[in-house]
């Protein structure tokens, strides 16, 4: 059975600080990782990674893919009070066109304080 | 609206009724999901429509649950019998599944919150 751990679970830092948040993953097939941030509602998308070893980067927020060792971190630095929020992590398998969806973890919460 | 559309919003219903989501994707978009959140879970799958090939239906949690997409566009999931488990918000989304390239970015809408009594 797939499954996704993420971890810490919640975490609260100040303004400015450095966060890390990791995802670690057993999958059979795998074929990409996604991060996404979820406020409210609805997830929005952050990063795909498929390929090991190459960092994603959009502003203060990068991320890289360990396929040896089969896990990712999410970086998020200069945090400001908008970055609070839960980040969800999912895996999508090789099968069959994704016909099994993605398998996400519980997510870590994520709460910057001023 | 260009986003995934969901109605309705929040539905609050009694034990024992049917109940029906509706999803409207993003035009052109081929996959579609829905998925379950719990409070305190990580998103749970449902159902996968992608064109006009037979669903996967794997996720669904019980035979009270079942999906249609008609037109290869809009997508009711419907609830039978809801039970009190039930409650959850009910995400749908859609994206361009190119044929077996895989799906990469998803775009979710806002959700479905349906709460048992």
């Known amino acids: 059975e797939d499954k996704v751990v993420q971890s810490p679970l919640s975490l609260v830092v100040h303004e400015g600080d450095t966060v890390t948040l990791n995802c670690s993953y057993e999958v059979t097939n795998f074929r990409s990782l996604l991060w996404y941030k979820q406020e409210k509602k609805a997830p929005t998308f952050l990063f795909m990674l498929t390929s090991s070893g190459i960092e994603k980067k959009s502003g203060r927020l990068s991320s890289i893919l360990d396929k040896k060792e089969l896990f990712s971190i999410l970086n998020i630095t200069a945090t400001q009070t908008g970055d609070s929020a839960i980040y969800l992590c999912a895996v999508e398998a090789e099968a069959g066109g994704g016909a099994d969806g993605l398998t996400f973890g519980k997510g870590t919460h994520l709460i910057i304080q001023p | 609206g260009a986003g995934v559309s969901q109605s309705p919003s929040n539905k609050v219903t009694e034990k024992g009724k049917d109940v029906e989501l509706r999803c409207d994707p993003i035009?052109?978009?081929?996959?579609l999901y829905w998925y379950r959140q719990s409070l305190g879970q990580g998103l749970e799958f449902l159902i996968y429509?992608?064109?006009?090939?037979?669903?996967?239906k794997s996720g669904l949690p019980s035979d009270r649950f079942s999906a249609e997409r008609t037109g290869g566009s809009v997508s009711t999931l419907t609830i039978q019998r809801t039970q009190q488990e039930d409650s959850a918000v009910y995400l749908c989304a859609s994206s361009l599944d190119l044929a077996g390239a895989g799906f990469g970015e998803l775009f979710f809408g806002e959700g479905s919150r349906l709460t048992v009594l």
């Open positions: 035009s052109g978009h081929t996959a």
């Open positions: 429509f992608q064109g006009n090939s037979a669903p996967d």
